[in-house]
Each structure stands twice: as C-alpha cells, then as structure tokens.
C-alpha cells in the first residue's frame, strides 16, 4: 500500500476515533424515573466507607427533589438529556438539589447531563464527591464539569473546584458562601482559566463577606468574574426566572477553545484576563428588577500576557485585541493600564494592541537600550513601525522620553496630566528637548486638570514651546478637576489618535 494512501488511512482513522470518543453514549444502571419536563432521571446511592455505587429505587413522594441518604450513605442523582450535546457535557448542583431547576431545565433542553449527590451541613464535599466524579466521568461524561450553587451550594462548589481546578469547566455561584480556605485556594481558579458567574441580592448579607471577596481576589489573580446584583433583593429568590444568561455562559465556557499563545508572547510566563469592570445598571422587566452588570460576560474582554524577553531585565505586558486592526497599530507606555481606563478600553475595541514597556528591578526607570530591543520586537512580530506613545503624569514623561530620542518611529502622543520628566531614558530631559519631535512632525494631545500640579508648568510650557518650535499640539484643560482626572468622555482622545494612524 502507497505511503499517501496509509496516510490519509490513519487521519480516517484519528478523525473517527476523536469523533466517536466525542459522541460516545452513556449508559446508566441506575433506578429510572422522570424530572421536569420528562427528562429522564437515574438514582443510585453510594456506601460511604467503600465508596461503591449501586442503583437505589427513590421514595414514595419524593418526586423531582431528594431525601436525605440514610447515615453513612450518599444519595447520587443523574438526569439524562434527550439528546446530548457533543462531548458530554455536565452540570454538577452543589446543594439544594431541585431549587430553582429553571437553569438546569434549560441546560438539559441544550444537551447537559445534570449530576447530583447528597450535600448539607453534614455531608461536605469529599472523597465521597470524589468518586462520584470519577464514576460518571469513566461512564463518559465530560472531564470538566460545569458547576451551579446557591448559597452553601456555592461554597461546597468552590471547596471541591479549588482542590480540583484542573476538573472544571466554569463556575456559577447563587449568593455563594465562602471560607478562608476558599479564598486562600482563588488562584488555583485563575491558574487553570475557570470563567466564574456570581449572581447576588444587594443587601443579601453574604454578598459582603463572601462574593465580594471572592470577585476582588479573582480580580488581582487576572481571572475572569462576571457578576450581576440584583437591587433590592435578599438572599432569596435565587437564580433568574429567565435562566438564559446563565445557561448561555455555561454553554460557552465549557466549549471554548483556548488559542495558542501568539508570536509576540513567545516567551511569555502568564496569559490573564483584562477587561473593564466599571457597573451599569438596567431594569430587566424578566426579573422585575434593576440589575447591575459587570465584568467580561458585559463587556470587552481581552488577553493579558506578561512576555519576558532576552536582554530585558523585568517583563513587558501587553494587552491583545480580540481582532487586530489592519497594521497591528498599537500603544506603547510605561505605566500599567488601569481597568477603567476609557481611551484603552476603547483602542483594545477598534483593534490596538497596548504594550507596556518593561521597568527594570536595578534601575530608576525605564531604559533606552531596553525599550529600543522591545520596540524592534514587537515591529518584528509584524506591528505597526510607528506606535501611539501614551501615558499618565511621570510614566507619560519617560514614554515621550522614549519618543524625543526616536522621533521617526512615532505615530501621535497622547498624555493625560504629564511630568515631561525622565530618569535614565535621555540625557535632555523631555521638556526641554521638544525639537526632534517637532522636525518630525509628530502630533500631540495632553489633557490635564486645572488643579493638577503640572498643569502650569509642564502642559502649558510645552504648549507653549511646542507652538514655538512650529509642532501640532493641543491642549485640553479641565476645569476643576486634579491629578486623577475622570475619564467619562474619551472621545477627543479616540479621534486624535485613530486620526494619525495609519
């Protein structure tokens, strides 16, 4: 047999294999009767000191819910869709089983199988929880589950994910509980990419003590969070009457693909998330509430990679967009780019990547030579060769340091209450070494507050310089404000800059 025809014998043959393996169908043993809507339903019940499981017959008038196990047991549950999804994904309640179904229902009609085993205050998660996962993940169910919990649920939830991060699939939590352990074990979340879903009453007491928590932790670790308070509610009712959202954002994070890490970030030693995380609030007449939204579910989400490359001594950060702008433009800056940043915020959208220059641990600052090898990389990588430098008061000054001493590889400068100051980037300091900038013709725009304590003295003088010198500069003073300015219309900034690149 020809080498060619061998070949495309074996591809049949992996290509078949996956694709059996992906649709493999799964049989259950258990004790069978009918859940909401007709599902079917499979009980078993499960020997806590040898771990066997075995099918068990439920009660009389249990109905759809479930009875607490007779001591040293666990009741198990599993409802079948009527037509599985491709891999065999899975929804596992953490607690309360059958309380607010509606999310479930809705997953099943979507091809999830629903798994449940017995959880209260005296059935915490454990080996128990452990070789129930391992039972139906050898039946064929998806090696990544989906998890759902409401209140305890929610606790019991993240104390199996966090010991099992790499088990898991996403994570939607009802008013979770927490505990120290929880929180303690956050990054190990962060680490394996688990997108989490909190959906909280405002004054429901444990949205202060645990789902805040929970969301600025995950934040600092780069994780992925999205959140929804509902305004005016408890801790009851949970869940939505329309579960859509919820049923949508398990559907996507157990079916997304994670893409490559990019050429430019080959040397990279984390990818996390960044995305803005600023709240709206909409009345959802579904819910006969005013919601608050926020985080990556509802708004841009965006790639963070820290790259380190040879002869830089600390990484560069760069932010990637979703779909890169015809040219790859992109920002260069030294300063970190804070969440509600708006301009960013607005760039990452219209496809810029943002770079932030490395800051080397032995030095004052950044460094010519260093950001010189950064720059030719990243051009390298396909970039654009003229880059918008930006910054915010004394990172803006050593980005434009950076500017003065390579006038021809600038697009535009954007710079919010500026310190045309720098360390060790150039021996003239910035606002005094305005020409090549000028000759080259390089435009810019600085905004600052009136209040500001360079508004005198750097913006002004460099308006008036860089007037002088016949350069293209404007100038924005806002009224009454200071250092940090508001950035609640960036829209001079936006049309400045995506008028000078090209």
């Known amino acids: 047999m020809k080498a060619g025809k061998v070949f495309c014998i074996t591809l ?83 607690c309360y089983w059958d309380h607010q179904p509606q999310g479930e229902v809705e997953l099943l009609h979507r091809g999830f199988y629903i798994a449940y085993i017995s959880a209260n205050a005296a059935l915490r998660p454990g080996k128990e929880w452990d070789a129930w996962y391992r039972f139906l993940t050898n039946l064929g169910l998806s090696s990544k589950p989906a998890f759902v919990g409401m209140s305890r649920g929610g606790e019991f939830e993240y104390t199996w994910a966090t010991n099992h991060p790499d088990k898991v699939s996403c994570i939607y939590a009802d008013n979770p509980a927490a505990n120290n352990d929880i929180l303690m074990k956050l990054g190990n979340l962060a680490k394996y990419d688990v997108p989490l879903l909190h959906i909280c009453g405002s004054f429901d007491p444990l949205y202060q003590i645990a789902s805040l928590p929970i969301e600025n932790i995950y934040l600092q670790f780069g994780g992925r969070i999205s959140v929804m308070v509902k305004e005016g509610f408890g801790h009851h009712p949970h869940s939505l009457h329309d579960p859509k959202i919820i049923a949508d954002f398990i559907e996507h994070s157990v079916n997304e693909v994670k893409a490559p890490i990019p050429a430019f970030a080959a040397g990279a030693y984390g990818r996390s998330w960044f995305y803005n995380t600023t709240s709206v609030t909409k009345n959802v007449p579904a819910e006969g509430a005013d919601i608050t939204f926020r985080g990556p579910l509802f708004t841009g989400c965006y790639a963070k990679y820290h790259v380190q490359l040879r002869g830089i001594q600390s990484f560069v950060t760069v932010l990637e967009p979703n779909k890169p702008a015809p040219g790859h433009p992109w920002v260069f800056r030294s300063d970190y780019v804070k969440r509600d940043a708006a301009v960013d915020n607005v760039l990452l959208a219209k496809g810029f990547f943002i770079v932030t220059g490395a800051v080397p641990y032995d030095y004052d600052g950044p460094v010519l030579e260093q950001w010189n090898i950064i720059y030719k990389h990243f051009i390298g990588n396909g970039f654009s060769t003229k880059p918008v430098i930006e910054g915010y008061g004394g990172a803006a000054g050593e980005s434009i340091a950076w500017a003065t001493e390579n006038p021809d590889k600038v697009a535009c400068i954007y710079a919010e209450n500026p310190v045309l100051k720098t360390r060790l980037m ?38 008036k310089r860089y007037k002088r010198l016949g350069g293209n500069i404007t100038v924005i003073i806002r009224k009454g404000q200071g250092h940090y300015l508001i950035q609640d219309n960036p829209k001079h900034a936006i049309d400045f800059i995506t008028a000078y690149v090209k």
Request: net charge neutral.
């Open 426 to 463: 150039s021996k003239i300091q910035p606002i005094d070494n305005l020409g090549p900038l000028a000759k080259a013709k390089v435009p810019l725009l600085l905004i600052s507050g009136s209040l500001d304590n360079s508004a005198n003295n750097q913006t002004l003088l460099a308006q």
């Open 12 to 94: 049949f043959h992996l290509f078949l294999t996956h694709t059996l393996k992906a649709q493999q169908t799964v049989v259950f043993n258990g004790e069978r009767s009918t859940w909401h809507e007709g599902f079917v339903r499979y009980d078993f019940i499960m020997d806590d000191q040898t771990l066997e499981i075995t099918p068990f017959k439920a009660p009389e008038g249990e109905r759809f819910g479930i009875t607490d196990p007779p001591k040293g047991k666990h009741r198990c549950v599993i409802i079948v869709p009527d037509k599985p999804a491709r891999g065999n994904p899975w929804s596992w309640q953490g």
